[in-house]
């Protein structure tokens, strides 16, 4: 079983920056593929970027490439999602993911991952 706790959201405006963070509890963290997900009032779930075990590979959606940046640090169990220049249309509540596969396949298909946490919100006002 693996626990996710999502951290850093917050309300920004257009144009500003954000770290989140995904503490997880697993102890092998290191074999899980991670990713962040979000999700805006009235509409699904949608991608946002994903990154292999090692850190060795990133994928990101094309609403958000170029802007933000996702990484992990294995000895400390975390994830990060930097944003940077944020936008209103960036506003949902942000959930990190991990999955046990580690593969280049459907990184961006959320029934793909194994475990969820509860969500950080993030509102950017215009």
């Known amino acids: 079983q693996v626990q996710l706790v999502e951290s850093g959201g917050g309300l920004v405006q257009a144009g500003d920056s954000l770290r989140l963070s995904c503490a997880a509890s697993?102890?092998?963290?290191?074999?899980?593929?991670m990713g962040w997900f979000r999700q805006a009032p009235g509409k699904e779930r949608e991608f946002v970027a994903a990154?292999?075990?090692?850190?060795?590979?990133?994928y990101y959606a094309d609403s958000v490439k170029g802007r933000f940046t996702i990484s992990r640090d294995n000895a400390k169990n975390t994830v990060y999602l930097q944003m940077n220049s944020l936008k209103p249309e960036d506003t949902a509540v942000y959930y990190c993911a991990a999955r046990s596969v580690d593969t280049t396949g459907y990184y961006w298909e959320p029934l793909r991952y194994n475990y969820w946490g509860q969500g950080t919100q993030v509102t950017v006002s215009s």
């Open positions: 990154i292999r075990r090692s850190g060795g590979a990133t």
């Open positions: 697993a102890p092998t963290f290191s074999s899980y593929a």
